[in-house]
Structure formats: structure tokens, C-alpha cells
């Protein structure tokens, strides 16, 4: 299967979630949306990277203030490729035994798209109910980081949880949610 070929594909999946769920993305238009992300190969490459590892990308939004449409993981729980995994570099680096696989910021990054912040993570769930089994890894504050603590979110009890954990730690049922502006 060629490249073009897989491209065309995760624009057909893209254009059929979004159509599905509209009640993400109310005042959004998937011609004005296929525009922007055809207006950069590197958007369809980290889309089609969202879509590889679990994550069911979608639109949740418009941001006024860019003019750019905001893609983010809308699977159910945790996207499952990307669980397992500690916080950063540094932290995967210090951890001394059973290292884990990779960890949530360089995977983040080689996929072209930025780890959900507090709010974007918020903004989320706003557009449904997610990550009720998991969690998910969460841009912590640098002060806090350089405590050597992370941030992670989840919902329970039909409300949004933030906690903390070390940024060594990881675990089966923690992975990470992304965002793509596009």
C-alpha cells in the first residue's frame, strides 16, 4: 500500500469521525477542516500517527486567537499504544531498574503533537467521557517537574481528577492524550 494510499485513508477516517460526532465540534465545517490539514503534510503524518497508536483523533474545538482547529486524542480511555510509558526523558533516564519502553514527552514529539495541558484536558472532557479505566499523562508546571512530580488526569463519579505521581512512574492503565492544531 503506498503512501498517498494511507494518507487518503486516515482523511476518510478523519471525515467519518467527524461527521459521527458532531457534538465535539457544533460550529466547525469538514471542508474548512480537511483545508487546514492539507495545507501541512506534517499535520496528516501526526494525525495518522494519533490514529496508529489508539488515540481516534477528532476535532474538539476553534481557536479564535490562531485560526487553527484543535485535534486531540477522543478514545475512549488512554490511547493504548502509548501506555506504559513515564513522563520524560529525564525521568526514564534516572529510573534504575524496569525501565519502561520510552516515555510520554519524546514519544509526543516524534509524533509531531504536545501533550494536553490542565485546560486542554478539561476542554476534553467537556465533549464527553473519558478515561474512566485509565489515565492520562498531563503538561505538569516546570516548578513542579523539577520536584520530580507529574501531573495525570482522569474521570470518575462523573467528574475530572487531577493528581500527581512521580515522573519515573508508569503503569498499564497510564498513557497520554495529544493535541494538534491544525
Same mark, same amino acid.
Given at each position: ?59 474538539? =474545538? ?7 482547529? +484543535?485535534?486531540?486524542?477522543? %478514545? ?8 506504559? /510509558? ?14 519502561? %519502553? ?20 478539561? /476542554? ?11 489515565? %492520562? ?9 523539577? /520536584? ?26 497510564? =498513557?497520554?492524550?495529544?493535541? +494538534?492544531?491544525?
Amino acid at each position: 500500500m503506498g503512501n498517498d494510499t494511507i494518507m487518503e485513508g486516515i482523511l476518510e477516517k478523519l471525515e467519518e469521525r467527524f461527521s459521527a460526532h458532531m457534538e465535539r465540534h457544533k460550529d466547525c465545517n469538514w471542508e474548512a477542516v480537511k483545508k487546514r490539514i492539507l495545507s501541512d503534510e506534517k499535520n496528516l503524518v501526526a494525525l495518522s500517527q494519533m490514529e496508529r497508536t489508539g488515540g481516534e483523533p477528532d476535532v474538539i =474545538g476553534f481557536d479564535v486567537k490562531t485560526g487553527r482547529y +484543535l485535534y486531540c486524542d477522543c %478514545s475512549a480511555e488512554s490511547p493504548s499504544g502509548r501506555r506504559s /510509558l513515564c513522563y520524560d526523558r529525564q525521568a526514564l533516564e534516572a529510573r534504575k531498574k524496569n525501565k519502561p %519502553s520510552g516515555d510520554a514527552h519524546t514519544m509526543a514529539e516524534e509524533m509531531g503533537i504536545t501533550i494536553l495541558t490542565e485546560a486542554e484536558y478539561a /476542554l476534553l472532557q467537556k465533549t464527553g467521557d473519558y478515561d474512566f479505566k485509565t489515565s %492520562s499523562w498531563i503538561e505538569t508546571p516546570e516548578e513542579m517537574r523539577r /520536584l520530580g512530580g507529574g501531573l495525570f488526569g482522569d474521570k470518575r463519579y462523573g467528574r475530572v481528577f487531577y493528581y500527581h505521581n512521580g515522573v519515573e512512574s508508569y503503569y498499564a492503565s497510564r =498513557g497520554f492524550r495529544g493535541m +494538534l492544531r491544525v
